[in-house]
């Protein structure tokens, strides 16, 4: 799969794609009906597929106080797409003269004029352009104006519930890692390259390896029993936690993804890996002391070792 960072990138080999636009946030069940039916359409007509994703999420850059916390960073979601057989992913930098840009210019000047597409597929809820003044019907017009066709997708319901990122935000804000995982079609997971920490899990027993996330929001926090998958492919038993460590008084601005493997002495130093999310256990919290610290890890190995032993991993967990 190809990855072109920026609109200034494109060149002549190109254009005339079959092409869908969206952050796609997770990848979720209906990014996925609607990459398998933009692939079968694009096969017909023999021509390669290229998603528009955006980069930082335009909510990051209009409203940055009420953005959503991110199921996916770009490296995850390039992943996803690869998997779902995406050919060419069209990253655009989202910025505030982006955003002014009004929805018939977004249409004359990239699509027709740098991409000139052969086929456009959207959601019947997509809206575009300076003031969201761009929808459907305006690319329904623009299709027969410049000679492309245009795919309506409906949206994906699970039990009457609509399936998108903000439907698996809220099932992750309640805990109910099941549900997200139907929407998602996986397992919710999160990966990242492992650096050096502050070495307090082993110094108490418990030696973690250490994901920064690079993010103030998650969409999830608190004590998690976890598959990890290393970058052979290998998958390890553990027990991770996000947070920011509060009976250190750190004062962390971003949360971490720390994660101890069960039974395993690993040096995953400068590897990237997954960390699949199983079960929650408890929330993070302030404890007295490094002793009644270690004692509630010990708990929660405990948890997660009983987990394990009436809970075998299975097929669900080819996640990436």
């Known amino acids: 799969m190809r990855l072109i960072r920026g609109i200034y990138n494109l060149r002549a080999e190109h254009r005339g794609y079959a092409l869908t636009i969206g952050n796609f946030d997770g990848v979720h069940r209906g990014h996925q009906a609607l990459l398998t039916k933009l692939r079968r359409a694009g096969n017909k007509r023999k021509i390669p597929v290229m998603v528009m994703l955006f980069e930082p999420h335009p909510l990051e850059v209009l409203n940055l106080t009420n953005a959503p916390a991110r199921l996916t960073r770009l490296h995850e979601k390039l992943c996803y797409l690869q998997k779902a057989g995406v050919d060419t992913v069209l990253c655009v930098r989202f910025t505030q003269s982006?955003?002014?840009?009004?929805?018939?210019?977004?249409?004359?000047?990239?699509?027709?004029?740098?991409?000139?597409?052969?086929?456009?597929?959207?959601?019947d809820d997509f809206e575009f352009g300076a003031g969201r003044d761009g929808n459907f019907r305006l690319l329904q017009k623009a299709s027969i104006d410049y000679g492309?066709?245009?795919?309506?997708?409906?949206?994906?319901?699970?039990?009457?519930?609509?399936?998108?990122?903000?439907?698996?935000?809220?099932?992750?804000?309640?805990?109910?890692?099941s549900l997200a995982a139907i929407l998602l079609g996986r397992p919710f997971s999160m990966s990242g390259r492992v650096i050096y920490g502050d070495s307090l899990g082993r110094s108490i027993g418990f030696p973690t390896a250490n994901i920064p996330l690079f993010r103030v929001l998650t969409p999830i926090e608190g004590v998690y029993i976890v598959c990890v998958k290393g970058e052979e492919r290998q998958v390890f038993f553990g027990v991770a936690n996000i947070g920011t460590q509060p009976t250190l008084n750190l004062q962390r601005a971003r949360k971490q993804l720390e994660?101890?493997?069960?039974?395993?002495?690993?040096?995953?130093?400068?590897?990237?890996?997954?960390?699949?999310?199983?079960?929650k256990i408890r929330n993070e919290k302030r404890f007295s002391s490094l002793f009644a610290l270690k004692e509630q890890i010990k708990r929660d190995v405990m948890d997660a070792r009983y987990f394990f032993d009436h809970n075998k991993p299975n097929d669900s967990l080819n996640t990436t």
Do not use: P
């Not at 955003?99 to 249409?107: L, M, T």
């Not at 994660?259 to 079960?279: A, C, K, P, R, T």
């Open 259 to 279: 994660v101890h493997l069960l039974d395993m002495s690993l040096n995953l130093y400068g590897q990237y890996i997954e960390v699949i999310f199983l079960h």
């Open 148 to 177: 492309f066709d245009i795919l309506n997708t409906q949206t994906l319901l699970e039990h009457n519930q609509r399936i998108s990122s903000t439907s698996i935000r809220a099932a992750l804000s309640k805990d109910n890692l």
């Open 98 to 123: 982006f955003s002014s840009c009004s929805a018939r210019d977004f249409i004359n000047g990239v699509l027709v004029n740098k991409l000139r597409i052969k086929l456009l597929a959207v959601g």
